[in-house]
């Protein structure tokens, strides 16, 4: 089983940054693909951006080239440092953990906890 505990989340003022640590622990496969999803009240938890393996990288569209995702493979560890942050990035960001087979297919997903991200002056 994966836990993954969540970090980094709290308060921003529009235009500041913030960055978010994912740090997975227990029984980890490898492969394995990391992201960061966000779900805002009343809306759909949606991709925020992911890392595969290897460090290719897929964002959402209202993210690109503010936000950037990382990891740490040594550590089982994630980032998501958010630049030029905007009041309709305030959110729940949820960190996940994939396991994969050999053809790059998900065959389970791990959830952290959530953690709240808010951008307001």
């Known amino acids: 089983q994966v836990k993954l505990m969540e970090s980094g989340g709290g308060l921003a003022q529009p235009g500041g940054s913030l960055r978010l640590s994912c740090a997975a622990s227990?029984?980890?496969?490898?492969?394995?693909?990391m992201g960061w999803y966000r779900q805002a009240p009343g809306k759909q938890r949606t991709l925020v951006a992911a890392?595969?393996?290897?460090?290719?990288?897929v964002y959402g569209d209202s993210v690109k080239g503010r936000f950037i995702i990382s990891r740490d493979n040594s550590t089982n560890t994630s980032y998501l440092q958010m630049n030029s942050l905007k009041p309709e990035d305030t959110a729940v960001y949820y960190c996940?953990?994939?396991?994969?087979?050999?053809?790059?297919?998900?065959?389970?997903?791990?959830w952290g906890q959530g953690t709240q991200v808010t951008v307001s002056s």
């Open positions: 996940n953990v994939d396991a994969l087979d050999r053809y790059g297919n998900i065959v389970q997903r791990s």
């Open positions: 890392v595969t393996p290897v460090g290719s990288t």
């Open positions: 227990g029984i980890i496969s490898n492969p394995n693909g």
